[in-house]
């Protein structure tokens, strides 16, 4: 697998670079930073000249990770992190937050994600679904670290993962892949595509089950603990027209369905979504082209709480929620170049949620009150980019985005079954105002060898999910905030990326810090109760370098590595001043990254990584220890498009604790599959 940037570097410019054996070595390879594209300035723009440090996983690594789902595999990109250590199998979506480079201090994501440029972050909640696009669909993944907002708006706040799928028009054919492993577990993928004249589609399915693993350690469990099991199915369908030239219209549709046991009998919840996009593409590069996007998704979220006895012997209903929300967007966007040295990209964009939580508080066994809360965000953007090149050697980029957010029709009723009687409380109407300014330099010093400077602000709005919405985990409460505020970062990197020959080594170091961060403050302990209420920090800062390797040998091996040291800490809270000077929950301080892969018939692949030390709460008491993880991937094409293949996650079965509850809670065992794959064009 693949976790740095210079993955898909290295592909790119290395099969150029390694012609077949009977000809001759080029005199000179091709430089890797004048070949690739990315999309980090939403339009493709050469890894030369883009100051942005992005990370990008293609496909060759995709098919030899062992893990087969997308937010396991990006845990190969230094920097990357999710709420807690667990993946999307098992763990329960609101801890599905993704940070980028230590942001993260709640369960909220930081990091906006797209799928092809439509949103996979909850609209109410902010965290991910990660199976909603099925994997065999998957061309490539693109990770975008520093603040976006620029670009991208709230969500973007620390980076920005994009998912891209593989290209409807790319003929006709299918893709298909059967596997079956421990814990009950068995996936089936589909993708099928077909072109003709003007006309082209794509048709993508995948349908997930596994019983799951306890996750509470042998030592600590009881009567009430049992699996953590899942089951998902995703169909993703388009089908698009050329138009204008080498414009196209095209239609897209998704829809997701989870189930989940959430590792005691009580605790479960389910999700549904649909979604549908419209979109136009017209226009030339040379004389301006334009994109426009439409989109609308409408989900419902069911969740269950229980509160557990001290010995695990029994668990008591405490709470059920119902959670709908729906959102629309629009977006439009214009590029093209001014003269020789300018490219200009004009966007304007739009976008409203609605959701309420609709919950049930129960207690020995008997509803005692029926609670909902809720309301209205509308955001609406405009922003502006400018691609200078000022010197032959050296590019510019200067960005600014203007974000109007508005929270409306919010209030939260509360009704006693014994009297009946509702209580509202109708939280005011706000409006905020948001810039969001970039400045960036590449510098092209030599041949193979750029440097890189640039500087950023950004913003996220809290969400509907944070204001209003309370939740239980174990023995810990986790209250909601009306009165939050949006989080504000300032921030700036300096890298270098280099490459010679078949190598590429990238370096970066960053430093951000966050007014208003959102953390999950401790405000009460009792036995068998820790309750935290979602709050403003003060301000926060992460610092850190990043760096990042890859090497390719001959023809068919690939090796890649990254390491990241992160310092994330709380730097004023005059709130509670014993906080300012303590780690962010969830971010380890080293991150370190290790794969390889073997092309060709015989397809191997490697993936480690080693987690450092963590804390689990805003105190640094709850002390999450270090973790190492080692996944092999091995495959043997027999023909005719025929592949049989084995993996093995968690190869040494190592006990990961990915949470404190403050019962330890564990990452998943060691997990063995095997299966067959089938394509034909």
């Known amino acids: 697998m693949t976790a740095p940037l210079a993955v898909q570097l290295a592909c790119a410019a290395l099969a150029a670079d390694d012609p077949a054996p009977q000809d001759p070595a080029p005199a000179e390879p091709p430089r890797l930073t004048e070949e690739l594209t990315v999309t980090a300035a939403r339009e493709a723009t050469k890894i030369a000249d883009t100051p942005a440090s992005v990370a990008i996983l293609p496909r060759e690594g995709l098919l030899v990770t062992a893990a087969p789902f997308v937010d396991d595999a990006l845990r190969q990109v230094v920097g990357f992190s999710l709420f807690r250590r667990t993946g999307s199998r098992t763990a329960n979506p609101t801890a599905q937050g993704v940070s980028l480079r230590g942001l993260g201090a709640s369960g909220a ?40 907002a620029d670009l991208y708006g709230s969500g973007a706040l620390g980076g920005v993962i994009q998912v891209f799928s593989r290209d409807a028009r790319a ?56 699996e953590a099991a899942s089951q998902h199915v995703a169909l993703d369908a388009r089908v698009e027209r050329t138009a204008w030239g080498d414009g196209r219209v095209f239609l897209r549709g998704q829809y997701y369905d989870e189930d989940r046991e959430n590792g005691t009998p009580q605790q479960t919840n389910d999700t549904r979504i649909g979604l549908g996009a419209l979109g136009l593409d017209f226009g030339s590069a040379e004389r301006g082209r334009t994109t426009i996007r439409a989109w609308g998704s409408s989900q419902l979220y069911h969740q269950s709480f229980s509160a557990i006895a001290a010995d695990r012997s029994r668990e008591d209903l405490t709470r059920l929620q119902r959670v709908p929300a729906d959102a629309l967007g629009l977006s ?89 009687v509702a209580t509202t ?109 979602r709050q403003n920090v003060g301000r926060t800062r992460s610092r850190g370098v990043e760096s990042e390797l890859d090497l390719r040998f001959g023809v068919r091996y690939v090796v890649t590595a990254g390491y990241a040291f992160t310092d994330a800490t709380v730097r004023s809270f005059p709130a509670d001043p014993t906080l300012e000077g303590r780690q962010l929950p969830q971010v380890p301080r080293h991150q370190a990254t290790l794969q390889a892969r073997h092309e060709g018939r015989l397809q191997l692949g490697l993936q480690a990584r080693w987690t450092g030390d963590a804390y689990e709460d805003d105190r640094n008491t709850l002390t999450l220890d270090e973790a190492v993880q080692l996944d092999l991937f091995a495959g043997y094409e027999l023909g005719r498009g025929v592949t049989l293949f084995a993996s093995a996650e968690n190869l040494f079965d190592a006990e990961i604790v990915a949470a404190r509850t403050p019962v330890p809670s564990l990452a998943p065992p060691r997990l063995v599959r095997g299966g067959i794959r089938f394509r034909a064009f």
């Not at 739009?350 to 609709?358: L, N, Q």
């Not at 974000?403 to 209030?411: F, G, I, T």
């Open 425 to 533: 409380t109708e939280h005011p109407d706000r409006d905020e105002t948001r810039t969001s300014p970039r400045l960036g330099l590449v510098f092209r010093a030599r041949p193979g060898l750029s440097l890189t400077a640039s500087g950023y602000g950004a913003f996220r709005a809290p969400t509907l999910n944070e204001l209003y919405r309370s939740f239980r985990l174990g023995d810990t409460l986790t209250l909601a905030n009306p009165a939050l505020e949006p989080e504000r970062l300032w921030g700036g990197e300096v890298g270098a990326l280099a490459t010679r020959g078949r190598g590429t080594l990238r370096l970066t170091a960053f430093s951000a810090e966050v007014e208003g961060a959102v953390a999950n403050v401790t405000i009460a302990t009792v036995p068998g109760l820790i309750t935290r209420e």
């Open 332 to 420: 439009a966007q214009w590029t093209r170049p001014l003269g020789a040295r300018h490219r200009l990209l004009i966007g304007a964009e739009a976008r409203h949620v609605s959701g309420t939580t609709e919950e049930q508080a129960i207690a020995r066994g008997a509803v005692t009150s029926f609670v909902e809360a809720g309301g209205e965000e509308t955001g609406a953007a405009l922003y502006a980019q400018d691609l200078i090149q000022l010197h032959p050697r050296l590019v510019a980029t200067a960005a600014l985005r203007f974000d109007a957010w508005r929270l409306r029709d919010a209030r939260s009723t509360t009704t006693p079954v014994a009297t009946g």
């Open 109 to 148: 994501s930081r990091a906006l994600v797209l799928a092809d440029g439509l949103p996979l972050n909850d609209p109410f909640g902010g965290w991910v679904y990660w199976a909603r696009t099925p994997r065999l669909d998957v061309e490539r993944l693109e990770v975008l670290r520093g603040g976006a």
């Open 171 to 226: 003929g006709g054919g299918v893709e298909a892949e059967l596997s079956g492993g421990s814990d009950q577990t068995f996936e089936g993928a589909l993708s099928a595509h077909a072109a003709r004249g003007a006309w082209a589609g794509r048709l993508s399915g995948e349908a997930y089950h596994t019983d799951g693993y306890v996750p509470v350690a042998e030592a600590s469990r009881g009567a009430v603990d049992s």
